[in-house]
Every structure is written in C-alpha cells, then in structure tokens.
C-alpha cells in the first residue's frame, strides 16, 4: 500500500517555540495532503487542506497564521505552529490523496507535539 | 447532531468471534465510505472502501452500506488479538471532498 511518512514522529519544546512537521508521500504522488489533530479518545479534527502549488484551506475555527501550511511540491506539505502553547499539545497526523485514485487517502503516523 | 455517529466502545470480544462495527450518518449525500484502523499512538490505516450501497469482501473484513438506512457496517470474522485497535468510520461526498469521520469504537480481541 501506498506509504506516507512525518517527521519527527514526537517533539517537545518550550511555549512559545515555532515547530515544524513534515508530511511526505514516499510512493505516490499527492496533489492534496491534509491535516487533522487528534486529541485523547476523539476523532480526527480536520485542520486545513493542503494543494500542491496554491494556499492551503482552513477549517473554520483554525488560525492560519498559528498553524502554517507549505504545499512546495507533489510528496511533501508541512505544518508549523508558530509560537506555540501548552494547548497546542495534540497529536497531528497529515494524510495524503493518491493524485491518480482520489477515493484512496493514506495518513501518516502521526506526530505527538507537547508544548511545555 | 453529528454528521457521523459511531459508539466508541470498549468492545471486547474473545478470539474467534464475529465482530459488528457500525456507523450512522446523517447526511444522505455522501457517496464514499471507509473504514480505518488506528493502533495506539499510530495513524490510522485504510481497511476498505465502498461506493454507494451494498457489500464488499476482503479476506476477514466485510464492508456493507445500507444508504436507505443511512447504516454501514465492517464485520470481522474469525477475529484475532491483532485486531485489537480502534476502528474509524469514515465517508465523504465525492473523490476529491474532505472525509468526515466518526469517533473510532475501540475493539479489544481477548485471547
């Protein structure tokens, strides 16, 4: 099956720290990648929808200029959380659309963020 | 009311058993409909996917959509310790529109 990776796959840093994370299709191409936050025994929360080449989509609710996404090519989206806070502590997995079978979105595994 | 509806569980169930997730949902326009897995502290990994109504088979996995009822199911045979996860409905509209998802219902497989 199709492989997406983030990194770093945990982060621990200082309140207000910027932290960036990196999702990346390895065998496949992804015109839309997505990121989500997921906290304790909840869903996934949609965060933004990343397109390759043009600016990312919020969901309402969710602060553009706190959680930045950078869609630079086809297999790589990053998300970072400028100035970050305690709050901010989540889990953020991304996933990624298959350009060529866009029913098909694989996630990444995950990346555990706790802000001191 | 949530789009989706899934009971989070705990279910337990003990090796060998059928197991029966489900789902609800409310808007009757989505047309595509998944099923995840997420082990703990990992992302989630695709099981299945169906279109519109009716079954699909894979292996110890059975997907099934009743759109008239707004209901789908995942149905896991002959269940195995290694089951033991979170399983997470998911649907959307179209191919290229956002996934809703459900809560996850934590199934436990006891040896």
């Known amino acids: 099956g199709a492989v997406v990776s983030q990194h770093p796959s945990r982060v621990i840093c200082k309140s207000g720290t910027s932290v960036k994370i990196e999702c990346r299709s390895l065998d496949f191409q992804a015109t839309t990648m997505f990121w989500y936050r997921q906290f304790p025994k909840q869903s996934l929360m949609l965060m933004a929808t990343s397109n390759e080449g043009s600016k990312a989509t919020y969901e309402q609710g969710v602060e553009k200029d706190k959680f930045l996404i950078n869609h630079a090519s086809l297999t790589l989206s990053t998300l970072t959380v400028t100035s970050a806070h305690p709050e901010d502590s989540s889990f953020y997995i991304c996933?990624?659309?298959?350009?060529?079978?866009?029913?098909?979105?694989?996630f990444g595994p995950g990346t555990r963020l706790t802000v001191l | 009311q949530k789009e989706v509806e899934q009971d989070p569980g705990p279910l337990s169930v003990p090796e060998g058993a059928i197991v029966s997730l489900n789902c609800t949902y409310s808007n009757s326009a989505f047309q595509y409909f998944m099923w995840y897995r997420q082990y703990s502290r990992k992302g989630p990994e695709l099981l299945m996917y169906t279109y519109s109504s009716g079954n699909k088979e894979d292996g110890r996995f059975t997907a099934q959509v009743d759109k008239s009822s707004k209901y789908i199911s995942l149905f896991i045979r002959d269940s195995q310790p290694s089951d033991s996860a979170t399983y997470l409905c998911a649907m959307s509209l179209g191919g290229y529109q956002k996934v809703t998802f459900g809560t996850g219902t934590k199934l436990q497989v006891i040896p």
């Open positions: 996933s990624a659309r298959n350009r060529l079978a866009a029913n098909e979105q694989f």
